[in-house]
Nanobody, 127 residues
Framework: QVQLQESVGGSVQSGGSLRLSCAAS????????MAWFRQVAGKAREGVAG???????TYVNSVKGRFTISQDNADNTLYLQMNSLKPEDTAMYYC?????????????????????WGQGTQVTVSD
């Protein structure tokens, strides 16, 4: 059973940086996409950044140039480097993986029934 576990998030001031990680256990797929999502209470979950097994990436416009998604295939870990953080980046951040979706489709539609979600980690950016 695949499990995704995000690292502890954190609180930073506007303009600061944070790096999130997501460890994927029992993950043996050679073809897949992984992504980071975020959700503010009362709003829909939003796809932020996605990557496929070949390293192709995609980002939502609001984070382009500030966030970088990457992966370490050796230990099945997904990362999200977040720079120039803004208060509007405050949210619960989730990682997701799917063996079928492209990164773009994963961001737009979320995982299929064959995919997985992590439990989420809180990121708070203050003025």
């Amino acid at each position: 059973q695949v499990q995704l576990q995000e690292s502890v998030g954190g609180s930073v001031q506007s303009g600061g940086s944070l790096r999130l990680s997501c460890a994927a256990s029992q993950f043996t797929y050679s073809s897949y996409s992984m992504a980071w999502f975020r959700q503010v209470a009362g709003k829909a979950r939003e796809g932020v950044a996605g990557i496929d097994n070949a390293g192709a990436t995609t980002y939502v416009n609001s984070v382009k140039g500030r966030f970088t998604i990457s992966q370490d295939n050796a230990d099945n870990t997904l990362y999200l480097q977040m720079n120039s953080l803004k208060p509007e980046d405050t949210a619960m951040y989730y990682c997701a993986a799917d063996p079928i979706r492209t990164p773009e489709a994963l961001l737009d539609y979320g995982p299929t029934q064959r995919g997985w979600w992590g439990q989420g980690t809180q990121v708070t950016v203050s003025d």
